[in-house]
Nanobody
Framework: QVQLVESGGGLVQAGDSLSLSCATT????????MGWFRQPPGKEREFVAA????????YFGDSVKGRFSISRDNSKNTLYLQMTNLKPEDTAVYYC????????????????????WGQGTLVTVSS
């Protein structure tokens, strides 16, 4: 069973930066396609970013392009989400998710493609 544990959430002001981490089960991480999703208050969960097994390719949701970056350190079994120029509309619970193997580029934003999910970490951006 793969376990995902997010950390790094908190309260920040608009324009600030924040980094999230997702620690995963060691043996599974290097074989897993990883993604970040978020669920704003009262809204559906949405795709934020994804990264392939060795980080060769990254994908981003339209609302975060140019502001967020995703990276992974396979030696530390950790996924990261670096968020800059945060806006109040970025307020959400952020989840990391994984799938053993690959996900087709056309489907990286589909929640159903991911097998495992963390419990989430709350990011609140005040105006």
């Amino acid at each position: 069973q793969v376990q995902l544990v997010e950390s790094g959430g908190g309260l920040v002001q608009a324009g600030d930066s924040l980094s999230l981490s997702c620690a995963t089960t060691p043996r599974a991480f290097s074989r897993s396609f990883m993604g970040w999703f978020r669920q704003p208050p009262g809204k559906e969960r949405e795709f934020v970013a994804a990264i392939t097994l060795v980080g060769a390719s990254t994908y981003f949701g339209d609302s975060v392009k140019g502001r967020f970056s995703i990276s992974r350190d396979n030696s530390k079994n950790t996924l990261y989400l670096q968020m800059t120029n945060l806006k109040p509309e970025d307020t959400a619970v952020y989840y990391c998710a994984s799938r053993t193997g690959v996900i087709a580029a056309s489907r990286v934003a589909q929640q159903s493609e991911y097998e495992y999910w963390g419990q989430g970490t709350l990011v609140t951006v005040s105006s």
